[in-house]
């Protein structure tokens, strides 16, 4: 693991800083207008699946001269040469950060550590941080057990792949609010969290319990403060986007439990105004 190239690239007290936000549009023209709205409150995005298979490589080009860092959530998944393969291209992209499944095993993992180490020297940029991608938060204790076949609690089983992650010389990795803590307390001050399912304190929300029992989590119900009254779907109209995120939190909550990067994207991207939505979410973390 490099230690000098992480150094350079952990996050600064900002909370501007902290917050990326996700370039989850069809388009590369959409994700250019965004980020330009965003220029001045934010620093970074997180470009994911949908925008790089419309624009490819394209998209990262663009952000990068917006100003923003990008975090490439590709999730890359595969065997050790393909996995290997991609990070090298993607580090001689200039993305800051990106992320490999921990679940693909150590060698995996490892060929991804070592690819962006070797690609950083060969291309002369710093290296990326390499994040393992532990339980995505659309799965909760029900879904992991019955569906993928992982008998333990989702608090165990990230634990275990993030051990897996430092093992394989990954700098950290992506979990959701609930994790957060009990990753900090095994994990160190030097283990990277970022950490997706960030929803604003102002949307209303009742906590419930986890199917487990043990921890809370944020079960959202209401709409932001001054939005556009919902639109009941018909016939003529497509349904409306369901969140499809169930272990989340609050900002501050997730920053206060230790986590580094915080991902938002329909509070600000879906919000009728994206720079006083992000605005506000800068705010919530407390002044810069």
């Known amino acids: 693991m ?15 800083d902290r917050l990326l ?8 023209e959409e994700a250019s207008e965004l980020l330009g709205r965003l220029d001045g409150i ?32 590709l999730k890359f998944h595969d065997i050790p040469n393909t996995v290997g393969a991609a990070v090298r291209e993607a580090t001689r992209l200039g993305v800051f950060m990106l992320n490999i499944h921990a679940s693909g095993g150590l060698a995996m993992a490892r060929a991804g550590a070592d690819a962006a180490a070797k690609a950083a020297g060969d291309f002369g940029v710093p290296r990326p941080l390499c994040l393992g991608v532990t339980v995505l938060t659309s799965l909760d204790r029900m879904s992991l057990q019955r569906e993928v076949g992982v008998p333990t609690s989702v608090d165990a089983h990230v634990l275990h792949l993030a051990g897996l ?3 394989a010389g990954l700098d950290g990795c992506v979990a959701s609010p609930q994790e957060i803590s009990s990753l900090r307390l095994a994990m160190g001050p030097e283990w990277i969290i970022v950490t997706p399912g960030i929803r604003p304190a102002e949307r209303r929300a009742q906590p419930v319990r986890v199917p487990d029992g043990r921890s809370p989590l944020l079960q959202t119900g209401g709409v932001e403060r ?9 016939r003529r109209s497509p349904p409306l986007q369901p969140d499809d995120q169930v272990r989340i939190a609050t900002p501050r909550r997730a920053l206060a439990a230790g986590a580094d990067y915080l991902v938002v994207g329909r509070p600000i991207s879906a919000a009728p105004d994206p720079a006083a939505a992000a605005a506000a979410l ?4 407390g002044a810069p």
């Open 42 to 73: 934010l620093t970074g995005c997180k470009i994911g699946s949908q925008l790089f298979t419309a624009a490819g490589p394209a998209a990262i080009e663009t952000a990068r001269k917006h100003g923003f860092r990008v975090f490439l959530d």
């Open 226 to 234: 001054g939005a556009e009254p919902v639109r009941i779907p018909d």
């Open 2 to 16: 490099c230690r000098v190239c992480r150094s350079i690239t952990l996050p600064s007290p900002r909370p501007a």
């Open 282 to 285: 800068v705010a919530e973390l």
């Open 165 to 167: 992650a430092r093992a």
């Open 21 to 28: 936000v996700a370039l989850d549009v069809p388009s590369l």
